[in-house]
């Protein structure tokens, strides 16, 4: 579907799922994106009328990360599930503030719980 202020059509939130393992030492870390969920990624940045460092740094990614992401290198598995289950609208922004801030760094969740 296309957005009538941008005429970006909004990504399909499964595609980013279709991404295929990369072997390396711990053989799930990272995972290379498809040529698909690139363009599907970059679709949202630009529906979202954000530039990548904007983009990026909600799931905790500088902007240099973030473009080379976007041209194919391999993401970080647990980055790849904060895309989906935002695109799935799991979580929001505030969510991703909320870890993302140094209260809950300086022991506001214990390990254990």
Known sequence: MKNKTSGYA???PNA????????TADQFTLRRITARD??????LRHVMRENQTQFW???????TQG???ERGRP????????IRLYLLHSI??????????????????????
């Open 75 to 82: 993401v970080p598995l647990a980055v790849l599930m904060l």
């Open 16 to 23: 980013v799922c279709d991404a295929a393992a990369v072997k």
């Open 57 to 63: 740094r909600r799931f905790g990614v500088t902007q």
């Open 38 to 43: 690139q363009h599907l990624i970059c679709d």
């Open 10 to 12: 909004a990504p399909d």
């Open 67 to 69: 473009s080379r992401f």
């Open 92 to 113: 929001d922004d505030r969510d991703l503030q909320q870890v993302g801030c140094a209260q809950f760094d300086a022991g506001g969740v214990s390990p254990g719980a």
